[in-house]
């Protein structure tokens, strides 16, 4: 769940209506433990089932939904059924979490379909990049190719029934021999990353199950929402709320979901989080990205129809429409958006606890919670398999047109081509290279000077943003924004991101009727979720350029990172970079009395950390340093060699490199 209070407008079937006590009457709440959401459902109402494939509560020795379920356990269920079920099950393990933690996906099709997996991701490949590819080729391969359907559970780790729903969700993809499941098999690829956030979820889990009795009692611990702040497992092992991260790739679970969502490609994805007061799902709020593009809102009102047949089925409430936009390219559902799928937030409303009164009296358990994320899931999974022939060419025409520089319209793009350059700290622009790598978009580094024309700095944006040729050194940064990831890097680096201007335009009149209302009444809430600006250059710090000007030739190589190491020897390794960038000891070595350097750059108060971790004397100055034939400024720092031992030289000057 994206934290905000929330105003809800429910859209509650008339089964559910029924329920309760007829509207316009009160009474008192029943204490009928028998008034639960999920009393009339069934995780195996779907069947009938292969009977090899061993069912989540065989392993577990309880049911989904009587208690939190920690990470080894759902491990050990997940890799069973895999490995009862190969002719449908693939996994990939694909990361490692700074607590030792493999995080895998399970990759699930038709038997036909798994049999030729290596072919369809090679299709797959070609129908992200159509480069090098006819027409004629490419519309040849979105007709043989599955929809690749993604699902991903408990990115915040205290959001527990998307964790526990993966268990249920991958048995019956594996397992059912239902007509329809078996034919959805056969039009999609479903790939299933159970635990976002494995770390926080453990932390979560353990404390949850040390005080829960599965009473429903508001008073009780377990209801209170507000957890320990070193459990808190909404976060992961640095505390770093992951659904705010997918454009800056600094957490290791986000970097390693990301490289999958490349290999993979999905057409269809959904993030499943908790808690709200209903069920929420697709359409999505205003705003949306506008490079996102007009095609996802046909497909979210499909996909929202779709589920919203499945929950009437059981007389459950849902809303959409309201609170969980579209606009941030940082949430597990805009990224994807921004990359040609149709990206979703799911939010289920039960498990919070494992049992909760709700004012009426009806009850509300984790149970509840996971039923509604596998429902929606199934619903979701079965509208884009039996569309899936459109899914697949709409997926197409986003690549095509990213790849042409255009708009997800079709139309061109007025941001053509970004550059920034290493300036003063080149770390900080082969970081932000790295960042753009990292998410599938071509960088290239000039090989000789490139002079741009109309280009406009991002550091004078917004005061007077005039235009003029700009001419870059060699081993400048350039991205084209004519590529198959043109519209995420267009999202991304954009100065000004456009906002609906009718959204806009409310959200004043609202601000306006608050202010002539007084600080002291009631205030109407605002739409706008979250996050309203995130140009990385900005962010990074870099000397960076953007223009309307695509026509200059930029001689240079695209860049690369170097292999992904996955093992557990990588969590110390540092971050990997596109360049080299030097280092060491540039002058006086070795120094007679002591080692300077600027704190100007990032690298600076690393490898001053660094060398305090290792028990060397650092000192900073507190007044500017007439030294080397230069001037060093207030805040450089300083290690003494008479304070140190004699290891310090060899440690600076491997440190620095």
Known sequence: MRLRSLALALAIPAAAVRA????????????????????????????????????????????????????????RVLLAIADAAKDRVRVE????????????????????????????????????????????ELDAIAARTPVVVWFSGSVHGDEGP???????????????????????????????????????????????????????????????????????????????????????????????????????HPMVTADLHGYTTQYFFAPAARPVNENIGAQAGDWLQRIGRGNAAAFDRYGWGYYVRDVYDLYYPGYWDTWPALTGAIGMTYETDGGAALLKRRDDGTLLSLRDGIAKHYVAAMATLETAAANSSDRVSGYLRFRRNARDGNTPAGAPSPLRRVVFAPGDDPGRAAELAATLLRAGIEVRRTT??????????????????????????????????????????????????????????????????????????????????????????????????????????????LLSLPPTDTTVASLRAPERLPVELGGGVVAGKPARVAYLFSSATNGSARLAYHLLAEGYRVAVATQPIEAGGKTWPRGSYVVRVSRNDSTVHDRVDALAR
């Open 448 to 557: 000789s000077p490139l002079s741009v024309a109309r280009a406009r700095p991002y550091a004078d944006y917004g005061a007077g943003d005039a235009a003029g040729t700009r001419r870059f050194d060699a081993g400048a940064y350039v991205v084209d924004l004519a590529q198959p990831q043109g519209a995420l890097a267009r999202a991304i680096l954009d100065p000004d991101p456009k906002l609906d201007s009718a959204f806009q335009r409310a959200q004043i009149e609202k601000y306006r009727r608050n202010v002539r209302r007084g600080k002291k009444e009631s205030a109407e809430d605002y739409e706008f979720y979250d996050i309203t600006a995130w140009a990385l250059p900005i962010a990074f710090g870099v000397d960076a350029y953007y223009t309307d000007d695509g026509a200059a030739t930029v001689r240079g190589d």
């Open 162 to 264: 998307g964790f526990e729903a993966s268990m249920q969700l991958l048995y019956q993809l594996a397992a059912s021999e239902e007509p329809a499941t078996v034919e959805a098999l056969k039009k999609a690829i479903v790939v299933i990353n159970p635990s976002s956030n494995p770390d926080g979820h453990e932390r979560f889990a353990v404390w949850n199950n040390s005080i829960s009795v599965g009473s429903p009692d508001p008073q009780g611990i377990e209801q209170q929402r507000a957890q320990p702040w070193s459990v808190r497992g909404r976060f992961n092992h640095y505390r770093f709320d992951m659904n705010r991260d997918v454009i800056a790739t600094t957490q290791r679970e986000v970097q390693g979901i990301v490289r999958e969502m490349l290999r993979w």
């Open 93 to 136: 393990p694909f990361a490692i979490t700074n607590e030792r933690r493999t995080m895998r996906v399970y990759v699930v099709s038709s038997p036909e379909n798994i049999a030729r997996l290596d072919a369809i991701r090679a299709d797959l490949d070609a129908l992200a990049d159509p480069r090098g590819h006819t027409p004629a």
């Open 20 to 75: 309760q006590a007829p509207l316009g009457t009160t009474s008192q709440p029943r204490a009928d433990s028998t008034l639960r959401d999920d009393r009339a459902f069934s995780f195996y109402a779907r069947g009938p089932y292969r009977a090899g494939v061993p069912r989540p509560e065989s392993l577990l020795g309880y049911n989904v939904g009587e208690a939190q379920t920690q990470y080894a356990w759902q491990e």
